[in-house]
């Protein structure tokens, strides 16, 4: 009688789980098999052939892919730490504001629904040299037909652009974890004489290291992976077919027809993407593992 009973909950569970497997398997699980599949293959417009691992040999050979991790580098040592930054001090803000707190939130948080493609073309527009509305004002301090969108310049313009867009949704994120603090912590270390940034600094944010981790790893597999903003951007100004790794998987792929060999080099961007996290992960979690003994 118990197995029975046992056996239909169980029955019950997967059938509840079924539409996430479904979903889970065919857009997650399905396509990375084909990847792996199609990275050991050579190809010659429709011909293909398997080859092992000759494509991951020629990927570790091939110093464009090597060199197209500048701008994710560059994204995840400098944008991530200044995003969260940035975000925390939004949260604190959220969290001491009595009026107009929803409002706020909101309009911090707009940016993000806006899609990837559409903040291009709006940045696009700003920074263009004929068309930038930042042209006029800069004329009224003297300064006349200055280029925003160049080579050189395109790493900060993507820093402000991510920056706009993602900012805000990591503030709301980072204080969902603040309002989750039990308000007895803050209020002891008030009757104790400690001030905002005191309570800040010493009680809420080290018990936000988990949720601050989490968001490092995630807008760092973002960083790794950026496309749409450079790709947006580069209708505008010319830049290399490498730009970053996603670009030059995309261009190989889609331009040049070489699927396979873009296959094998999106294996090993995801492997590169899944190490930084483990590293970021496991060095954070001895620091924490540290203070507490």
Same mark, same amino acid.
């Given at each position: 009688m118990f197995s029975k009973a046992r056996l239909k909950s169980t029955l019950k569970?997967? =059938?509840?789980?079924?539409?996430?497997?479904?979903?889970?398997i065919g857009l997650i699980v399905y396509p990375i098999g084909?990847?792996?599949?199609?990275? =050991?293959?050579?190809?010659?417009?429709?011909?293909?052939?398997?080859?092992? =691992?000759?494509?991951?040999?020629?990927?570790?050979?091939?110093? &464009?892919?090597?060199?197209?991790?500048? *701008?994710?580098?560059?994204?995840?040592l400098v944008q991530v730490p200044v995003m969260l930054f940035l975000a925390t001090l939004i949260?604190?803000?959220?969290?001491?504001?009595?009026?107009?707190?929803? *409002?706020?939130?909101?309009?911090y948080y707009l940016p993000y629904t806006i899609p990837g493609i559409v903040s291009g073309i709006v940045w696009s527009y700003i920074f263009s040299d004929s068309m930038s509305p930042l042209s006029?004002?800069?004329?009224?301090?003297?300064?006349?037909?200055?280029?925003?969108?160049?080579?050189?310049?395109v790493p900060a313009i993507l820093l402000v652009i991510i920056l706009w867009q %993602?900012?805000?949704?990591?503030?709301?994120?980072?204080?969902?974890? =603040?309002?989750? *603090?039990?308000?007895?912590?803050?209020?002891?270390?008030?009757?104790?004489?400690?001030?905002?940034?005191?309570?800040?600094?010493?009680?809420?944010?080290?018990l936000l290291?988990?949720?601050?981790?989490?968001?490092? *790893?995630?807008?760092?597999?973002?960083? &790794?992976?950026? %496309?749409?903003?450079?790709? &947006?951007?580069?209708?505008l100004v010319v830049l290399p077919l490498n730009y970053t790794p996603a670009m030059y998987i995309y261009n190989s792929?889609?331009?040049?027809?070489?699927?396979?060999?873009?296959?094998a080099m999106g294996i090993i961007l995801a492997v590169i993407t899944c190490g930084i996290s483990w590293y970021i992960l496991r060095s954070a979690g001895r620091q924490i593992l540290g203070r507490r003994h």
């Amino acid at each position: 009688m118990f197995s029975k009973a046992r056996l239909k909950s169980t029955l019950k569970a997967y =059938l509840f789980l079924a539409p996430f497997l479904v979903v889970f398997i065919g857009l997650i699980v399905y396509p990375i098999g084909l990847g792996v599949k199609l990275s =050991l293959y050579g190809q010659r417009g429709a011909r293909m052939w398997y080859v092992g =691992l000759e494509n991951y040999q020629r990927v570790f050979q091939d110093s &464009m892919f090597w060199s197209s991790f500048k *701008i994710p580098l560059f994204l995840l040592l400098v944008q991530v730490p200044v995003m969260l930054f940035l975000a925390t001090l939004i949260a604190l803000g959220y969290e001491t504001r009595k009026n107009g707190g929803p *409002i706020y939130r909101f309009l911090y948080y707009l940016p993000y629904t806006i899609p990837g493609i559409v903040s291009g073309i709006v940045w696009s527009y700003i920074f263009s040299d004929s068309m930038s509305p930042l042209s006029p004002i800069l004329g009224w301090f003297g300064a006349e037909n200055v280029k925003f969108l160049t080579r050189g310049n395109v790493p900060a313009i993507l820093l402000v652009i991510i920056l706009w867009q %993602f900012t805000g949704y990591t503030a709301f994120l980072v204080y969902s974890s =603040l309002i989750a *603090i039990p308000k007895e912590y803050s209020e002891a270390a008030q009757l104790d004489g400690a001030g905002f940034w005191q309570v800040a600094f010493r009680i809420k944010l080290p018990l936000l290291v988990g949720p601050l981790i989490t968001l490092f *790893i995630f807008n760092a597999i973002g960083a &790794m992976q950026v %496309f749409n903003e450079p790709w &947006m951007l580069g209708n505008l100004v010319v830049l290399p077919l490498n730009y970053t790794p996603a670009m030059y998987i995309y261009n190989s792929a889609f331009s040049q027809g070489r699927f396979t060999y873009a296959s094998a080099m999106g294996i090993i961007l995801a492997v590169i993407t899944c190490g930084i996290s483990w590293y970021i992960l496991r060095s954070a979690g001895r620091q924490i593992l540290g203070r507490r003994h």
